[in-house]
């Protein structure tokens, strides 16, 4: 369930995108997805597979959440996961394990190939990098809608009580 006021960013890194937008399908798709769901979208951007591109977009970012898309795999040109993670305050590795374990039931091996990321950026943004396939940005938003509340909580709080510690005094005092 949604209860997040913060807008998503969606960002299509892709060189043949960006020549052809209206063959962003992957974009279209994690739009829907998130809409769908009854999050706020405050943008949509195609930009090249260029470090001063995605590094400038992730910068005039308006959105709390940040889901770029492509730039995960092995290819020299997929640095996409590079720039976040160089601009990153901190990552959160069980993201990426959790979609390549997923993954691998749907595609196989193949899946250990992609270095799907979400990571907290200085600013407090949060930003996921998804592959740009379709199926791959499915299963990550799946992944992505289930933490994004409680990860913007926890961004947002830097000291005072959790929200749910007062549920974990519940299961003590049983």
């Not at 993670?85 to 374990?101: D, K, Q, T």
Request: one cysteine or more.
């Amino acid at each position: 369930m949604n209860t997040t006021t913060s807008c998503f960013e969606i960002i299509v890194v892709s060189d043949r995108v960006a020549e052809n937008p209206q063959e962003d399908v992957s974009g279209e798709i994690a739009k829907k997805f998130l809409e769908e769901r009854g999050y706020c979208i405050s943008r949509k951007k195609i930009i090249r597979n260029n470090y001063r591109e995605i590094l400038r977009a992730i910068r005039e970012a308006n959105g709390k959440v940040l889901v770029l898309l492509g730039g995960t795999g092995p290819s020299p040109r997929d640095i996409t996961v590079d720039v976040v993670e160089n601009i990153a305050w901190r990552c959160m590795p069980g993201f990426g394990e959790l979609f390549r374990a997923l993954s691998m039931q749907r595609i196989g091996y193949r899946a250990i190939l992609s270095r799907t990321a979400l990571c907290i950026l200085h600013d407090g943004k949060i930003s996921t990098v998804l592959p740009g396939s379709p199926q791959g940005v499915i299963l990550g938003l799946e992944i992505l809608v289930n933490i994004v509340n409680h990860l913007l909580e926890e961004v947002n709080r830097f000291e005072g009580v959790h929200i749910h510690e007062d549920q974990a005094h519940n299961y003590i005092d049983k």
